[in-house]
Nanobody, 115 residues
């Protein structure tokens, strides 16, 4: 059983920063991977960033150089540091935790970037 809770969303001006948190609990083991997805109104869900136990990271081209995903293993928490935010980053951000073949999702947190 795994529980996933996102937090940290909000309203920010373009060029500003925001840090999202994804707290996972339960039987995660040591091989879980966490990914951030986002879905803008009328758009398909897209992968934003992913981190694996290595930690190995991967980013969407649209956020590379601006977003950083990191892991705090002691807290079973993954962060998405978002800098130089753009209005195009506005979306609901979802945290996805993969444990073996099982995937668990958080409820989402709204990020709104104004001009």
């Amino acid at each position: 059983q795994v529980q996933v809770v996102e937090s940290g969303g909000g309203l920010v001006q373009a060029g500003g920063s925001l840090r999202l948190s994804c707290a996972a609990s339960g039987n995660l083991g040591s091989s879980y991977a966490i990914a951030w997805y986002r879905q803008a109104p009328g758009k398909q869900r897209e992968l934003v960033a992913r981190i694996t136990p290595g930690p190995s990271t991967n980013y969407a081209e649209s956020v590379k150089g601006r977003f950083t995903i990191s892991r705090d293993n002691a807290k079973n928490t993954v962060y998405l540091q978002m800098n130089s935010l753009k209005p195009e980053d506005t979306a609901v951000y979802y945290c996805s935790v993969a444990v073996r073949t099982s995937v668990y999702w958080g409820q989402g947190t709204q990020v709104t970037v104004s001009s």
